[in-house]
């Protein structure tokens, strides 16, 4: 059973129209959740940390907010560059590795 | 500064034979990780090193998979007698410290076993 769950898998978005991309998770304990970039051919780039429900964290055309159960990636006024895989993980306190979903393909159109 | 490197790029290999993909993490960070990202895939934890301590090998598929890390800087990860299901990117990651602290990532090492 998937501990983090991405929807949707894809997402295609006119240059402008917000929209939001959601992570569900399941762990006994979170110590952090963890929003990635990843462009093609590439490493994950790190985004954001999340610590306990009801925070949030913004960057630019994006803002990060967590819940007891999911974390959402709002994107506001996406332009073509927002286009990339965007990646979920949690850490939980019984270790450090990272534990990620499978990402949510986003293409911005102009 | 300079951020986690990776290599090779690219690494082709024939079916049976070994590899070793070389992780040089961010000066400074103690903690080191390495994560495998198939097709279709998410990615897989497989080991990570914190400074002098014992390594978590947790996440290491089978016992071809192996690791170390010298002077707590530069990391090897070997496979022995690659699979064509080892075929992945191999990426690497770096943090100041265990714990709550983010991993930066490397640019990868694409393996693919023929």
């Known amino acids: 059973e998937d501990q983090v769950t991405q929807s949707p898998e894809a997402l295609r978005l006119q240059e402008g129209e917000s929209s939001s991309l959601n992570c569900s998770y399941t762990?006994?304990?979170?110590?952090?959740l963890f929003w990635y970039r990843q462009d093609p051919g590439k490493g994950p780039e790190f985004l954001f940390t999340?610590?306990?429900a009801g925070e949030e964290k913004e960057k630019e055309r994006l803002k990060a907010t967590l819940t007891k159960k999911e974390s959402f990636l709002h994107i506001t006024a996406p332009k073509p560059e927002d286009s990339a895989t965007y990646l979920c993980a949690v850490q939980e306190y019984s270790g450090y590795a990272l534990n990620f979903g499978k990402g949510t393909s986003l293409l911005v159109t102009p | 500064g300079a951020g986690v490197s990776q290599s090779p790029s690219n690494k082709v290999t024939e079916k049976g034979k070994d590899v070793e993909l070389r992780c040089d993490p961010i000066?400074?960070?103690?903690?080191l990780y390495w994560y495998r990202q198939s097709l279709g895939q998410g990615l897989e934890f497989l080991i990570y090193?914190?400074?002098?301590?014992?390594?978590?090998k947790s996440g290491l598929p089978s016992d071809r998979f192996s690791a170390e890390r010298t002077g707590g800087s530069v990391s090897t990860l070997t496979i022995q007698r690659t699979q064509q299901e080892d075929s992945a990117v191999y990426l690497c990651a770096s943090s100041a410290k265990t714990g709550l602290y983010e991993q930066y990532f490397g640019p990868g090492t694409r393996l693919t076993v023929t």
């Open positions: 000066s400074g960070h103690t903690a």
């Open positions: 090193f914190q400074g002098n301590s014992a390594p978590d």
């Open positions: 762990v006994s304990g979170l110590r952090g």
């Open positions: 999340l610590y306990s």
